[in-house]
């Protein structure tokens, strides 16, 4: 792990999402989970955002770099993704209060997106590798948000 803020907390991860959950619960959001996996874990969330008629939904997905068997490292890095998620929440609500900018803006990359399949992707999933490409090879291209269906 790279990542050198929070390196040293003593805060437990699962302390920390129980304070993502009160920091989502104190905006009015109380559809939430998180779900972990050997290599990642993820928070998902579903928020009614003014003007939009259906819940949106949002989907984190914070990366494990941790590859061992030392558990209390696995722990260790734990603990440290979840206190940076919880200030990186806080920050971005910080911004929408403060006007600096909206709640679909501030999370667009991780807003859900579903193709006609079903299949489920954040926009950022969809949308970063097409952008990515259009910048390296220097063409401009139409970007494609949702598969057609047709494979």
Same mark, same amino acid.
């Given at each position: 792990m790279n990542n050198k803020a929070y390196k040293n907390t003593s805060v437990n991860y699962a302390k920390s999402q129980t304070a993502v959950v009160k920091l989502l619960n104190s905006r009015g959001i109380y559809e939430s989970r998180f779900t972990n996996l $050997?290599? =990642? %874990? *993820? &928070?998902? %969330? =579903?928020? !009614?955002e003014n003007g939009i008629e259906r819940p &949106? *939904? !949002?989907r984190i997905v914070i990366p494990i770099q941790?590859?061992?068997e030392d558990e209390k490292n696995r722990t260790q890095e734990l603990n440290v993704l979840h206190r !940076? &998620? %919880?200030?990186h929440l806080k920050s971005k609500f910080v911004a929408i209060d403060a006007g600096v900018t @909206?709640?679909? @803006? @501030? %999370?667009?990359?991780? &807003? !859900?997106i579903m193709d006609k399949?079903? $299949?489920s992707s954040t926009m950022g999933q969809v949308l970063l590798p097409q952008y990515k490409k259009a910048v390296e090879s220097g063409e401009?291209? @139409?970007f494609k948000l949702l598969d057609d269906g047709k494979k």
């Amino acid at each position: 792990m790279n990542n050198k803020a929070y390196k040293n907390t003593s805060v437990n991860y699962a302390k920390s999402q129980t304070a993502v959950v009160k920091l989502l619960n104190s905006r009015g959001i109380y559809e939430s989970r998180f779900t972990n996996l $050997t290599d =990642r %874990f *993820a &928070l998902e %969330f =579903r928020v !009614v955002e003014n003007g939009i008629e259906r819940p &949106l *939904a !949002v989907r984190i997905v914070i990366p494990i770099q941790y590859k061992g068997e030392d558990e209390k490292n696995r722990t260790q890095e734990l603990n440290v993704l979840h206190r !940076v &998620l %919880f200030y990186h929440l806080k920050s971005k609500f910080v911004a929408i209060d403060a006007g600096v900018t @909206e709640f679909m @803006e @501030e %999370f667009m990359s991780h &807003l !859900v997106i579903m193709d006609k399949n079903g $299949t489920s992707s954040t926009m950022g999933q969809v949308l970063l590798p097409q952008y990515k490409k259009a910048v390296e090879s220097g063409e401009q291209k @139409e970007f494609k948000l949702l598969d057609d269906g047709k494979k």
